[in-house]
């Protein structure tokens, strides 16, 4: 009689593990139950594919401009792109696209379609862009952050991409050194007052805004005058 029942509890199992096994064999991973999908595979439902929003370039089209690459040689008059996120400088020539790190380049000239010429230089293995070139010399540089997405879905609140985050970052050349600028009035007038005495009521009688790149560069025009 015990035998029976050892039997029979070992066929009760079986049973249910069979049965347990066939379930999951026919429920197919990926399967959509419900409208309108119903019965379609998760490969065909149509969902919003994450993007970068913003872009990695310093300018978005090409621009015509000359290379003097380290230590002397030059290239003259192609297209040129210059990738942050890689600090490399793209060239276009004869349908390809040429790279080159940025840290071998002495400087870059862009020009643009407006006539405008845009001067970069190497400053301690670094791309600047030479906005004021005399004793007192202003540069700028552009880094980028990527912004992570931070949707929540409870609320439906946020961004569901990355976000390519620009930020312009102003410094001073003086005698070889480089230095942050300070954007605050006082504090750059404090700073600058060592080259110009006057320099606290220029900003103050043309109401300069610093964090304006014209009026920043009327500031250090008058600083070399």
């Not at 290239?75 to 060239?91: G, K, T, W």
């Not at 070889?176 to 300070?182: A, E």
């Not at 900003?203 to 805004?209: D, P, Q, V």
Request: positive net charge; aromatic residues 12%; without cysteine.
């Amino acid at each position: 009689m015990m035998k029976l029942k050892i039997v029979g509890y070992h066929f009760i199992v079986f049973f249910f593990s069979v049965t347990f096994s066939s379930a999951q064999v026919q429920r197919q991973a990926g399967l959509v139950r419900g409208t309108p999908y119903n019965g379609n595979s998760l490969e065909q439902i149509p969902f919003t594919e994450r993007k970068t929003e913003g872009s990695f370039l310093l300018f978005e089209d090409w621009m015509q401009g000359d290379l003097q690459i380290k230590p002397d040689r030059i290239i003259e008059n192609v297209p040129i792109r210059y990738d942050l996120r890689n600090d490399q400088v793209e060239i276009k020539f004869k349908n390809d696209i040429k790279v080159l790190n940025a840290t071998s380049i002495n400087q870059m000239i862009l020009y643009a379609a407006t006539s405008e010429m845009k001067k970069f230089k190497s400053i301690k293995n670094q791309l600047f862009e030479i906005l004021v070139e005399d004793k007192i010399s202003l540069l700028k540089q552009t880094t980028i952050t990527l912004k992570r997405p931070d949707y929540v879905p409870g609320i439906d609140v946020g961004s569901r991409n990355d976000e390519v985050v620009k930020k312009i970052n102003y410094f001073s050349l003086i005698d070889g050194q480089l230095q942050p600028i300070n954007l605050n009035k006082k504090k750059f007038a404090a700073e600058m007052k060592q080259y110009e005495e006057g320099i606290g009521e220029f900003l103050k009688s043309n109401r300069t805004k610093l964090r304006d790149e014209y009026d920043l560069i009327k500031v250090f025009l008058y600083l070399n005058k």
